[in-house]
Nanobody, 121 residues
């Protein structure tokens, strides 16, 4: 079994910054792609950023230039540095990771429980 635990959410003023973390634990043979999603109240979950094991990144247009995704493979952790936050960035942020639990296993997508980000003055 694999667990993903997010942290770092909270209340921040517009223009401020937050750094989210998502640590994976459990029966992990290999962590492949890791992603951040978010879901605002009354809206569908949307992709925010993704990073491959090798460090290639991809961002949603609405966060490009403001958010940075990174990872520490030794710690099985993915980060999301969020700068210049806007009220429309407020949402529950979820991490997702493709995890291989054995050498011959097929990677499976696991989700964290989410962390709330509120952007308000």
């Amino acid at each position: 079994q694999v667990q993903l635990v997010e942290s770092g959410g909270g209340l921040v003023q517009p223009g401020g910054s937050l750094r989210l973390s998502c640590a994976a634990s459990g029966s992990i043979f290999s962590m492949n792609a890791m992603r951040w999603y978010r879901q605002a109240s009354g809206k569908e979950r949307e992709s925010v950023a993704a990073i491959t094991r090798g460090g290639l990144t991809n961002y949603a247009d609405v966060v490009k230039g403001r958010f940075t995704i990174s990872r520490d493979n030794a710690k099985n952790t993915v980060y999301l540095q969020m700068n210049s936050l806007k009220p429309e960035d407020a949402a529950v942020y979820y991490c997702n990771a493709d995890v291989q639990t054995s050498r011959w296993g097929v990677p499976y997508g696991y989700w964290g429980q989410g962390t709330q980000v509120t952007v308000s003055s």
